[in-house]
């Protein structure tokens, strides 16, 4: 084997089509765009949502749904995420919680719940709390301070 008898794979390599190139090439005279309209003129664009002056489906469809302009989006954050970082009196606020990466948005509204168990008494500044995260954060000793 040498390199100048190297030669590509069968089907690997295709040919440009070269329409508007005579009849004997098969795409001569209308260039395949068929007679006539605005689809064999030149300059033609379509809008990706045209459906060939057809009912569109966005009008087909009926509406529905709802959505509340007043809805607060809550970054939820159960009370055993704090079990790696409790030392005796501990203060967690929204920026230390996302230092130590317990949330991953820094300026998130944040509602902390009480799923698990706490080892020790911390203090949790927040936007909100679920009432079995205020029992648990109070029994073992700790405060809740409501942002």
Same mark, same amino acid.
Do not use: C
């Given at each position: 084997? %040498?390199?100048?008898?190297? /030669?590509?794979?069968?089907? =690997?390599?295709?040919?440009?089509?070269?329409?508007? !190139?005579?009849? +004997? =090439?098969?795409?001569?005279?209308?260039?395949? $765009? +068929?007679?006539?309209?605005? !689809?064999? !003129? =030149?300059?033609?664009?379509?809008?990706?949502? &045209?459906?060939?002056?057809?009912?569109?489906?966005?009008?087909?469809?009926? %509406?529905?749904?709802?959505? *509340?302009?007043?809805?607060?989006?809550?970054?939820? #954050?159960?009370? =055993?995420?704090? *079990?790696?970082?409790?030392?005796?009196?501990?203060? &967690?606020?929204?920026?230390?919680?996302?230092?130590? +990466?317990?949330?991953?948005? /820094?300026?998130?509204?944040? /509602?902390?719940?009480?799923? +698990?168990?706490l080892k020790g008494k911390i203090t #949790?500044?927040?936007?909100?709390?679920?009432?079995?995260? $205020?029992? $648990?954060?109070?029994?073992?000793?700790? /405060?809740?301070?409501?942002?």
């Amino acid at each position: 084997m %040498k390199l100048h008898t190297l /030669k590509f794979a069968d089907g =690997s390599r295709k040919n440009r089509k070269r329409v508007g !190139r005579g009849q +004997g =090439s098969g795409h001569g005279e209308t260039a395949s $765009k +068929g007679v006539k309209g605005a !689809r064999s !003129r =030149s300059g033609d664009v379509q809008r990706a949502w &045209f459906e060939g002056g057809q009912m569109p489906i966005q009008r087909r469809l009926p %509406k529905y749904g709802f959505k *509340n302009r007043h809805r607060v989006e809550y970054l939820p #954050v159960n009370i =055993s995420r704090f *079990n790696d970082f409790v030392a005796s009196g501990t203060e &967690f606020t929204p920026d230390t919680m996302y230092n130590l +990466g317990i949330i991953s948005r /820094k300026n998130a509204v944040i /509602k902390i719940l009480g799923n +698990g168990e706490l080892k020790g008494k911390i203090t #949790v500044s927040a936007h909100a709390f679920s009432e079995t995260a $205020k029992t $648990k954060i109070e029994a073992a000793g700790g /405060k809740v301070n409501q942002l």
